[in-house]
């Protein structure tokens, strides 16, 4: 005995919907897990994925049906029968996504209350966005001491461009940007968060996991979007107190000797140069070994010293006094194949003079080829 066309297409559907939920279900969207927001947006995924495959399927097959069955037949030139409104029809479709699209809202909203509430212990991280890096600032003092405005240099704040953190330790990130709109993202946390200009915004975790991970930038930013990472380390207690001790009061250079080289300002300056070079994210956008810098946006500074001596005869400057403009303001002169327009033009700003010295002296005394 033939069935209904309707009874056919619903077998269909329900067997394609099985079979395609047990597909998608069994599809690793995502990187193994490292933070407790991860469980319950996997969860939350994992029902949208259930929802969305069996509509999916029933929009499929009436298409697929209705194309095969009331297709034209050739040399069939004539208007098709005229429709009315099925009004039972009209009340179902439209109420059954109604009532499935607020339960889905709903606990969705269940989920971000609970992954957005404040925990007790918490450490405040400031995250600041700059093409092309990430700067991340800690306070020096106390697991939940406020490390001051985000971006703003403070006396008791340690500011570093590798994310480092407490393994089972709340996190409230303050995230801001220092020029365009960027996109603080690990996959392995699951959660995204804009840097917006001129406002801050905020996320909080708590990583579980061990391991080093990459936070990326998930919004078109410019040339270098694509260099815009950095590491994440989630580390115990004892070694993140470690690491952090180091931090506050970093070890002194053995003997007393130039870090990278010597430049002329002796070894302290030398490593502070080294220091402003890692920590302003230099290295995202150039190549210096001695830095481990290993970005292709801007000029190779292995051989610096050189192109300076090149370019600041060309402008009537000397080495030093090229470098320096180039760094407080790059509009004035591009190297010739590299874009304009990349390098920030806030750097003038962020580095005192002393800071700009011990950057110039460092980066001529390393860039010998």
Same mark, same amino acid.
């Given at each position: 005995m033939r069935k209904h066309p309707i009874a056919q297409m619903l077998t269909i559907g329900v067997v394609a919907s099985l079979i395609g939920i047990a597909i998608v279900l069994n599809i690793h969207w995502f990187p193994k897990s490292a933070d407790t927001a991860a469980h319950p947006i996997d969860t939350l995924y994992d029902v949208l994925l259930i929802c969305s495959v069996p509509i999916f399927v029933l929009v499929m097959t009436v298409a697929i049906y209705s194309v095969v069955k009331f297709r034209a037949? *050739?040399? /069939? @030139?004539? /208007?098709? !029968? *005229?429709?009315? %409104? $099925? &009004?039972?029809?009209?009340?179902?479709?439209? +109420?059954i996504p109604f009532l499935m699209v607020t339960a889905l809202a709903i606990y969705g909203w269940v989920v971000l209350n609970n992954v957005e509430a404040k925990k007790p212990n918490e450490r405040m991280i400031n995250v600041v966005g700059q093409q092309f890096t990430w700067h991340f600032q800690y306070a020096k003092n106390g697991a939940t001491a406020d490390p001051g405005p985000c971006g703003a240099s403070g006396p008791n704040q340690v500011t570093t461009n590798e994310l480092v953190l407490q393994k089972d330790q709340p996190v409230y990130f303050r995230i801001c940007t220092k020029d365009v709109i960027h996109s603080f993202w690990v996959p392995e946390f699951r959660l995204k968060q804009d840097a917006v200009p001129g406002i801050n915004t905020h996320m909080r975790l708590t990583p579980n996991r061990d391991g080093t991970y990459a936070v990326v930038c998930?919004?078109?930013? %410019?040339? %270098?979007?694509? &260099? @815009?990472?950095?590491?994440?380390?989630?580390? $115990?207690?004892?070694?993140? !107190? +470690?690491?952090?001790? =180091? =931090?506050?009061?970093? *070890? !002194? &250079? !053995?003997g007393g000797g130039a870090a990278g080289g010597g430049a002329g300002g002796g070894g302290a300056v030398a490593a502070q140069g080294k220091q402003l070079f890692t920590a302003n994210g230099c290295g995202g956008c150039h190549t210096l070994a001695a830095a481990g810098g290993n970005g292709t946006v801007g000029p190779n500074l292995n051989n610096l010293a050189a192109s300076a001596a090149k370019f600041g005869k060309q402008l009537g400057e000397t080495p030093q006094q090229y470098v320096s403009e180039s760094i407080a303001n790059p509009g004035k002169f591009t190297v010739p194949g590299f874009p304009k327009g990349v390098m920030p033009s806030t750097f003038g700003q962020q580095l005192s003079p002393q800071q700009l010295d011990a950057l110039v002296k460092y980066l001529l005394s390393v860039g010998k080829g």
């Open positions: 037949r *050739p040399g /069939d @030139m004539s /208007d098709g !029968a *005229p429709i009315h %409104g $099925n &009004t039972r029809l009209e009340v179902i479709w439209v +109420t998930a919004e078109l930013c %410019g040339l %270098g979007h694509s &260099t @815009m990472r950095s590491p994440v380390h989630v580390l $115990n207690g004892p070694q993140f !107190a +470690t690491w952090l001790k =180091q =931090q506050v009061s970093p *070890p !002194a &250079t !053995a």
